[in-house]
């Protein structure tokens, strides 16, 4: 029971929401709007439709726009049938999770240090064993093939990897992409960060590797819809059947409301444009947020090519990111997300995010660097 | 893998949905729109507020809603603090079913025979192991407290109730909470078909009898709210934690339009005047159906004084309901539920639904009664 974690960022945020004149940077959700075509589609929905039960596996049309949007945007050739609409890309893993088990019948699931802190509890929630595969600083937390293979056993399901990465913002690139393909094993893609991608390819996806995959994908981050609850599964055609059970027993079906909102968000060319401005917008940030780092004298530890997150290495001050993410927050009046939130390989790391404004980005920046200037005096004071 | 069963009615819906002219007596979804202080709310939160991720546990003014109108309708004494918000009621099943098993260190969980046909699937998927008790047509398929006894073992983490019940109609009485109260193991109860119920006390919870109980219910069946897709689980103290760690993980949080238009559906006393003129008709449709029935010979198994379902009794005319009701569809062109989809128990049974206008009720009655009266007639011929 005890092994079900609760994120350590999220009592920082409870604890921060209850303080004044905080900056805000372990903010995990998009800062802007949902355009206005889906909320208008939302609406009407509202208005004009019966808001009932849907298929199971989702509305025909947004299963539909979605394949037609992947083959579009990311170049696979799927179906409609393949996917698998849920409500938000987290009950969507649990799923992939499950049924990777059921059909390969081992139980198995390699997730990566650091990753996401709940895929590990997905995991355990279905009575799997969690193994870990090292993502290291001095590879820049990329993926290493090497380090993956000597994790494999007979009881391996699946693999799961994120690109663009959380929190790391490292993405994956064609070779490794491949590499994981030739493994031979499942692999379950989270890509609820593609699009957000500001160098190289902005959309890619396993299914452009393998067909020995499912991909995870829905509309919080992209469109700036995280309170719309709405993800999606891609699937194998052996999935399809028990997928389908399972939707229809435990989840009845998806938000009738958001599902209506979501064809409009793929299908509608001025939500099209409004996302690649918002993706611009991203990327300014981003270099603005890494420029500052740099005139602070800190260090960035990963390459952030995607989603909106850095890391920074802060081991030379402490060997505790939790502690020093409350002590930032109380002395510094900046909010962090401790590293060891997403695993062991980093600690001594901190994550912030630029889903914030430019604003609050210099100041937030600032506040952790003059922090940590005096901390350095301080710490050569007592060392004296 | 095989043991996640699909609805059968599901297929037969789908039979039915490529047919013309067939009456719907299969429906489980009130046919009812939602009141329309719900959705302008929801139109005026698209509008309005930002439709960020909330609270894992839900909006705290939901949560006090909630527990508020249990308070006045049930007659408990709840805070908001065991009051959790989920995306409908089955991932709230999901959530208890879990809980229920770690906090007992336990894995059988006992089911009625019949029941919903959902309900053994959520505990396999969790692992558990599913123990069923009897409701016999013999007791009108209403709750036996020795027949529950009789399957009480060591290893018993819960047992499920739900009332009013579905496929049957059967409401539990005083009694019968008072029994399952004192059996000393932890009561799941499923009450999404409460206020629903057209003798008797209109409101009541296993809450009102015992502590240690999870009580599930939602705004899809009393509210015409289902694609909406908004439920909640009401917990003790010290599942609150666990719980809370579980819903940031697997769901980060529930539809957040449908959560302000949840509030609204409680608090609204225009809409309070809908649901009471709504639970009118449907009983105005109870009492059609249950004459028409008679009128045309047929057997009533259950008294059904709750939600929107009556069990006829056709083991007259079948002892498979599965072949039966694709028989009615075909012959009689009138969809209904084969008993089996529920249990054993019910085999030889199928379940129609009053969640339909009175003109399509005595339409569908007549095709069936017809039906039947001329099956009887050709078995007769046969026999000579």
């Given at each position: ?29 998009p800062?802007?709007d ?31 726009a ?52 709940c ?19 001095e ?55 593609q ?49 389908q ?33 918002m ?8 270099l ?16 952030p ?44 790391f ?35």
């Open positions: 029971m005890a092994e079900i974690k609760s994120f350590k960022v999220m009592d920082i945020l409870e604890k921060a929401n209850e303080m004044e004149d905080i900056i805000h940077l372990e903010i995990g959700e800062d802007f949902t355009p206005i075509e889906i909320k208008n589609e939302g609406i009407r929905a509202i208005k004009e439709e019966k808001i009932g039960y849907t298929h199971s596996m989702g509305k025909k049309e947004l299963r539909e979605i394949a037609m949007y992947y083959n579009k945007k990311y170049g696979t050739n799927l179906k409609y049938k393949n996917v698998v609409v849920s409500a938000g890309t987290s009950p969507a893993l649990l799923l992939a999770v499950y049924t990777a088990m059921e059909f390969s019948g081992k139980n198995e699931i390699l997730v990566s240090n650091p990753g996401y802190a895929y590990p509890n997905f995991i355990k929630f279905l009575n799997g064993k969690v193994s870990y595969y090292e993502l290291s600083s590879d820049g937390f990329s993926i290493n093939i090497e380090k993956i293979k000597e994790k494999i056993t007979d009881r391996t399901a699946a693999i799961l990897i994120n690109s663009p990465g959380n929190p790391t913002g490292v993405v994956l690139k064609k070779k490794d992409y491949m590499e994981l393909a030739e493994l031979g094993i499942t692999i379950i893609s989270d890509e609820i960060y699009g957000l991608v500001y160098e190289g390819k902005q959309y890619d996806t396993i299914l452009n590797y393998t067909v020995n995959a499912i991909a995870l994908n829905g509309f919080s981050k992209l469109f700036a819809m995280t309170g719309w609850r709405l993800g999606y599964l891609i699937i194998p055609d052996r999935y399809i059947m028990l997928t059970k399972l939707e229809q027993n435990l989840f009845i079906s998806a938000n009738t409301i958001s599902q209506y909102a979501a064809i409009e968000a793929l299908t509608n060319e001025n939500v099209d444009k409004q996302i690649n401005n993706v611009k917008e991203y990327n300014k940030r981003r603005f947020a890494l420029a500052e780092i740099k005139k602070w004298g800190l260090k960035v530890a990963a390459n090519l995607g989603a909106y997150y850095i890391i920074i290495d802060v081991r030379e001050y402490t060997n505790n990111s939790l502690i020093f993410a409350y002590k930032t927050l109380e002395k510094a009046r900046v909010a962090v997300t401790p590293g060891i939130d997403f695993g062991t390989n980093l600690e001594g901190i994550r912030i995010s630029y889903a914030v404004s430019i604003e609050n980005l210099e100041e937030g920046i600032k506040r952790l660097g003059e922090y940590l200037q005096n901390e350095k005096k301080i710490g050569k004071e007592t060392r004296r």
